[in-house]
């Protein structure tokens, strides 16, 4: 007679637990299943960046090579949920649309996005990256000079801004 219960118990069971798959994936809307792994990994909260990925950006990324170093911490950080790693990119957006006349609006605004999502992934302290290399350290600098490149001012105008310095 228990046998008779559990059967019907079970399927129950196994319906709602394929159900809530079903929902998850319709959610999520992964494009392939290494997008399916991944997010898995994030939601179970064993994500973890490829290091050896990163550590290739970086070295692209002192290079100035930008758009390949964007790349590499792209495949480092498929679900960009590391905020070092999402601050890395923001500041390559920085680098390459830094000008001495001018500014690429359109990268800087993309560099916004990235260390917007730096700061969201780091809420509980500033984030602070130590790397002697870098000459802007904190995610709120980056901030802020991103948006001041974005900004339309009468300093744009100035002709002795072809001095200025690269940070």
């Given amino acids: 007679m228990r046998t008779v219960r559990l059967i019907p118990a079970l399927g129950v069971a196994w319906t709602l637990v394929y159900a809530a798959f079903v929902v998850w994936l319709y959610a999520t809307a992964p494009q392939s299943i290494k997008d399916v792994t991944t997010r898995a990994s994030v939601a179970a909260g064993t994500y973890a960046v490829d290091r050896a990925r990163f550590d290739a950006g970086r070295e692209l990324f002192l290079r100035e090579q930008y758009a390949a170093a964007r ?12 905020a070092r790693t ?32 730096a700061i969201a992934l780091s809420p509980d302290a500033p984030l602070n990256i130590a790397d002697p290399e870098l000459k802007i350290h904190s995610a709120a600098e980056l901030k802020a000079e991103l948006e001041k490149g974005t900004e339309r001012t009468v300093d744009d105008l100035n002709p002795l801004k072809v001095f200025r310095e690269r940070k």
Avoid: H, I, K, M
Avoid at 71 to 82: I, K, N
């Fill in 71 to 82: 790349d590499e911490w792209s495949r480092a950080d498929p679900a960009q949920q590391d």
């Fill in 86 to 117: 999402q601050f890395y990119v923001a500041y390559s957006f920085y680098r390459q649309g830094w000008g001495r006349v001018y500014t690429d609006d359109a990268l800087f605004r993309q560099g916004l996005d990235a260390v917007n999502r």
